[in-house]
């Protein structure tokens, strides 16, 4: 089983019950962190099918910064996971959509939402 949890926006403590039942019951937990400030993180374009394929024989958790699918590489997951009849189970947490209300600003005013991803030298 692959578990997506989102880590939400402050640091590891935003995880939510949910999400760190989950993760003790995993063999092998993953970080992707595309859109946030780089880190040690992995590069889930290459290595997909890797983190796929472990899901298929046991549990694994992929850490998301934010929310699991405010990103289209994460939907892309969970397809790619369905065809290789792979169980995904997704725990949603706050993400910069969320937090944009502190500002006093509402989401239903704006246009499309754009991903600015941090790049490396990868």
């Known amino acids: 089983m692959l578990y997506i949890v989102g880590l ?11 999400g760190l039942d989950a993760v003790r019951s995993c ?4 970080m992707e962190a595309y859109t946030s400030l780089p880190s040690l993180s ?3 374009a290459a290595l997909a099918n890797l983190v ?14 934010g929310d699991p699918f405010g990103a289209t590489t994460h ?3 969970v397809v790619r996971a369905k ?12 993400s910069v959509m969320n937090a944009i209300g502190v500002c006093g600003l509402q989401l239903y005013r704006y246009g499309e939402t754009i991903s600015i991803p941090f790049f490396t030298e990868e």
């Open 27 to 30: 063999s092998k937990i993953y």
């Open 52 to 65: 796929l394929l472990e899901a298929a024989d046991t549990d694994v958790a992929l850490f998301v910064v």
């Open 83 to 94: 065809k290789m009849e792979v169980e995904v189970k997704v725990i949603h947490n706050a």
């Open 42 to 44: 992995l590069n889930l």
């Open 75 to 77: 939907t892309d997951l």
């Open 8 to 18: 939400s926006l402050g640091d590891e403590r935003d995880i939510t019950v949910r």
